[in-house]
């Protein structure tokens, strides 16, 4: 059985940083896509960051330059690290995994989502 827990959520202040981790059980994510999604109240989820095959990484234009997504092998765990966030970054961010071909960004070809964590920006 595969399980992502994500952790690291919480009230932030702008231009705090923050670091969220996913904790993957029963899939290697050095084997995987492994991408970060957020959803914000009454919007579609969207692709945040992805990462793939030796470390190639993909973000989304909206957090390109702030945000780094990263794994650990060895503790077979994927991060989020978000600097100079902003209120338009609130949203519950989810962890999710995938094959190594095929679209780093469209949810639906994903197949192994966490619970997600919710992360606040506000004054």
């Known amino acids: 059985q595969v399980t992502l827990v994500e952790s690291g959520g919480r009230w932030v202040r702008p231009g705090d940083s923050l670091k969220l981790s996913c904790a993957a059980s029963g899939r290697t994510v050095s084997s995987s896509t492994m991408g970060w999604f957020r959803q914000a109240p009454g919007k579609e989820r969207e692709f945040v960051a992805a990462?793939?095959?030796?470390?190639?990484?993909y973000y989304a234009e909206s957090v390109k330059g702030r945000f780094t997504i990263s794994r650990d092998n060895a503790k077979n765990t994927v991060y989020l690290q978000m600097n100079s966030l902003k209120p338009e970054d609130t949203a519950v961010y989810y962890c999710?995994?995938?094959?190594?071909?095929?679209?780093?960004?469209?949810?639906?070809?994903?197949?192994?989502w966490g619970q997600g964590t919710q992360v606040t920006v506000s004054a």
């Open positions: 999710a995994a995938r094959g190594l071909s095929g679209s780093y960004y469209s949810v639906t070809e994903y197949d192994c």
């Open positions: 990462i793939r095959g030796f470390g190639i990484t």
